[in-house]
T-cell receptor
Framework: AQSVTQLDSQVPVFEEAPVELRCNYS??????LFWYVQYPNQGLQLLLK??????LVKGINGFEAEFNKSQTSFHLRKPSVHISDTAEYFC?????????????FGSGTQLTVLP | EAGVTQFPSHSVIEKGQTVTLRCDPI?????LYWYRRVMGKEIKFLLH????????ESGMPNNRFLAERTGGTYSTLKVQPAELEDSGVYFC?????????????FGEGSRLTVL
């Protein structure tokens, strides 16, 4: 079975500062990797995904993430955050093959951008 | 194009009562998933429909939960009788069967509070 660990439940950061949200996963087989974001009073929205190819993937709103297979990590980064980035961020994995097609999520990281 | 819609957005019921949550997936999406997030923990998979068939219901917590997907369109999730630990946010998601990337489109969730 696969699992996802988001090491930080709360990340406060000042506006225009850089941010990194950490995600580690565990799986005995290859997985797809995702970051979803949930803005207040909204549903989950896909931020970016890693399927194959370049290990650095770029998403919406200036976010990017780097897949590190040896460290089984998929950390999310943004060089300069805005107030509007305040939201909860979820890392998730999905098996490449097999009958289990569902996403496995981490427990989420609340990013709060301070003025 | 309409996204995934869920109803109600918030339901408050007493222990022992029944609640039915509804999900309308994106038109043409044969995959439909139910997830639940309890008390700020990780978002957990409940079950997966492909059209009207239950593909995987391994995440359903117990037999008080009943999910249906009539005609392969909208889905309902009934909790009967509700218990305190059922409180949480229930998310619905959909995707196309032909999609191999695993991207799911989520609704805004139905918040259930059991008193």
């Amino acid at each position: 079975a696969q699992s996802v660990t988001q090491l930080d439940s709360q990340v406060p950061v000042f506006e225009e500062a850089p941010v990194e949200l950490r995600c580690n996963y565990s799986s005995s087989v290859s997985v797809y990797l995702f970051w979803y974001v949930q803005y207040p009073n909204q549903g989950l929205q896909l931020l970016l995904k890693y399927l194959s190819g370049s290990t650095l993937v770029k998403g919406i709103n200036g976010f990017e993430a780097e897949f590190n297979k040896s460290q089984t990590s998929f950390h999310l980064r943004k060089p300069s955050v805005h107030i509007s980035d305040t939201a909860e961020y979820f890392c998730a994995v999905r098996l490449l093959s097999g009958s289990a097609r569902q996403l496995t999520f981490g427990s989420g990281t609340q990013l709060t951008v301070l003025p | 194009e309409a996204g995934v819609t869920q109803f109600p957005s918030h339901s408050v019921i007493e222990k022992g009562q029944t609640v039915t949550l509804r999900c309308d997936p994106i038109s043409g999406h044969d995959n439909l998933y139910w997830y639940r997030r309890v008390m700020g923990k990780e978002i957990k998979f409940l079950l997966h429909f492909v059209k009207e068939s239950k593909q995987d219901e391994s995440g359903m917590p117990n037999n008080r939960f009943l999910a249906e997907r009539t005609g392969g369109t909208y889905s309902t999730l009934k909790v009967q009788p509700a218990e305190l630990e059922d409180s949480g946010v229930y998310f619905c998601a959909s995707s196309q069967v032909s999609s191999n990337t695993g991207e799911l489109f989520f609704g805004e969730g139905s918040r259930l509070t059991v008193l």
